[in-house]
């Protein structure tokens, strides 16, 4: 598994860096600060060389050009991406090797049409997701459908529930008031807020969460249980009959949450 740092950027990233023991070499994912990456470069005496990105937002691709011109990187990314500085383009169902780890490439549209994700296979599995899924919370549908980012959740609940997973957005306390909007007897939902107010009260990251934890408070994972779906309809005011209508309105409930 990879050695995983927080390197916070503007109000609410993480951009994840990514060593392995014994090597002064690191990869970042989603990079929108360059100073951010060079401080913490600087101050851990470690060498960039290779750049992860998930999708072409501009908070996390904003600081890729700086590092390019400052180190010699490798830039992996989403083949079919409106950014530009991608070096090397990734499709669904391929793999790269970082630091002699093997990470699996799964194309999970639905924020963005370019959005995939990075996910390291093993003993200690970890998932770097971008804006997919969050900490009790899915990505905003800005580009693709509730059909495309319903696929990427039924990919993310089949990872092995001790996937430790890596977003990108510290959204962990808002979206889990949500979450016990829509499921208010669940107590799954109630420790996760006391245990991430209380790393927020501490200074420290909320993040990362794992598989099972989410697939017990987060709604956007649990959209065949009866509560999210009863929760669903009573917005909705009518039925709703299948999973993807079910997410898709948990999702609209959350934009005006």
């Known amino acids: ?50 750049i992860l990105i998930t999708h072409h937002h501009h908070d996390h691709t904003g600081g890729v050009a700086q590092l390019c011109a400052e180190h010699s990187v490798t830039v992996y990314g989403p083949a079919n991406s409106p950014f530009e500085g991608i ?16 990470l699996n490439i799964r194309e999970v549209p639905g924020h963005t049409l370019d959005h995939i994700s990075y996910y390291l296979p093993g003993d200690e599995p970890q998932l770097f997701c971008g804006d997919t899924l969050f ?28 996937t430790q997973v890596y977003c990108t957005h510290e959204y962990s306390l808002a979206n889990l008031a949500f979450a016990a909007a829509v499921e208010p007897t669940n107590n799954h939902i109630k420790e996760a807020i006391q245990h991430c107010t209380q790393l927020r009260q501490s200074g420290q990251p909320t993040l990362p969460t794992d598989i099972a934890t989410e697939k017990q408070i987060n709604p956007f994972l649990r959209y065949s249980e009866a509560p999210i779906r009863q929760s669903a309809e009573q917005f909705a005011g009518k039925p709703l009959t299948s999973e993807v209508a079910i997410f898709a309105m948990i999702r609209e409930w959350k934009n005006q949450f």
């Open 1 to 50: 598994m990879f050695n995983v740092m927080p390197i916070p950027a503007f109000n609410d990233n993480y951009i994840w860096a990514l060593t392995v023991p014994g090597s002064d070499k690191v990869a970042v994912v989603d990079p929108g600060d360059a100073e951010a990456v060079s401080r913490f470069l600087n101050e851990n005496n470690l060498q960039l060389t290779t």
């Open 87 to 102: 070096t090397h383009k990734l499709r669904d169902g391929e793999q790269i090797n970082l630091m002699g780890l093997t």
């Open 135 to 162: 900490l009790a919370g899915c990505g905003r549908l800005f580009e693709g459908s509730a059909e495309q980012m319903h696929r990427a959740m039924e990919y993310f609940k089949h990872l092995p529930d001790s």
